[in-house]
């Protein structure tokens, strides 16, 4: 069963400075990863994805991630971060194409305090 | 093109009733995958649809129904309604076919409170 573990549930940063939020999974089987945002009462917006290929990926809003196999993680980082950034960031795994399903972890809360 | 709508976005329901919610997916999308969210649990996947077939399902009792239409609009059902039961329920579309990962594009939601 796939799983996924965000290593940390708030992350405060002032403005400007840079960012990386931790996510871990656990799979038998090759993974698709994907990160999300929610902005508050809304639903989730894809900021990237991996699926195969360049193990660094890029997403919208500057954002990027990176997917490490050996250490099965998919770090999200941002080199300088906005106000707009403050959201809640879900990291998701999924284990087959064709799926509807992911597996989501807990959700990171990235505060950017001016 | 449109989103995925969710409808109504907020429902306030006593216990022991049910409650239907809507989804639309976008158009050509034929999987409608639904999550609950609530801050003890996170996201938990209920559900997934597709071409009016429940393809996946999640570890939810059987209070939680789903199915979907020939245009793809997907309906949850929630009977019998318990006051852990207030979540945010979230809707997601996807293709659902050939070489597409499950990209989600999620809606913005409905909002249930059981009192």
């Known amino acids: 069963a796939q799983s996924v573990t965000q290593l940390d549930s708030q992350v405060p940063v002032f403005e400007e400075a840079p960012v990386e939020l931790r996510c871990n999974y656990s799979?038998?089987?090759?993974?698709?990863l994907f990160w999300y945002v929610q902005y508050p009462n809304q639903g989730l917006q894809l900021l990237l994805k991996?699926?195969?290929?360049?193990?660094l990926v890029k997403g919208i809003n500057g954002f990027e991630a990176e997917f490490n196999k050996s250490q099965t993680s998919f770090h999200l980082r941002k080199p300088s971060v906005h106000i707009s950034d403050t959201a809640e960031y879900f990291c998701?795994?999924?284990?087959?194409?064709?799926?509807?399903?992911?597996?989501f972890g807990d959700g990171t809360t990235l505060t950017v305090k001016p | 093109k449109a989103g995925v709508t969710q409808t109504p976005r907020y429902l306030i329901k006593t216990r022991g009733q049910q409650v239907t919610l809507s989804c639309s997916p976008i158009?050509?999308?034929?999987?409608v995958s639904w999550y609950q969210q609530t801050p003890g649990q996170g996201l938990q996947f209920l559900f997934e649809?597709?071409?009016?077939?429940?393809?996946n399902k999640g570890n939810f009792p059987g209070r939680f129904s789903g199915r979907q239409f020939s245009n793809s609009r997907s309906e949850m059902n929630v009977s019998t309604l318990e006051l852990g039961d207030s979540a945010l329920y979230l809707c997601?579309?996807?293709?659902?076919?050939?070489?597409?990962?499950?990209?989600?594009?999620f809606g913005s939601g409905t909002r249930l409170t059981v009192v």
């Open positions: 997601a579309s996807s293709l659902g076919w050939g070489q597409s990962a499950p990209v989600h594009t």
């Open positions: 799979s038998s089987v090759s993974v698709y």
């Open positions: 991996y699926l195969s290929g360049s193990t």
């Open positions: 998701a795994v999924s284990e087959g194409l064709n799926a509807g399903k992911s597996t």
């Open positions: 158009s050509g999308h034929r999987s």
């Open positions: 649809y597709f071409s009016e077939t429940q393809r």
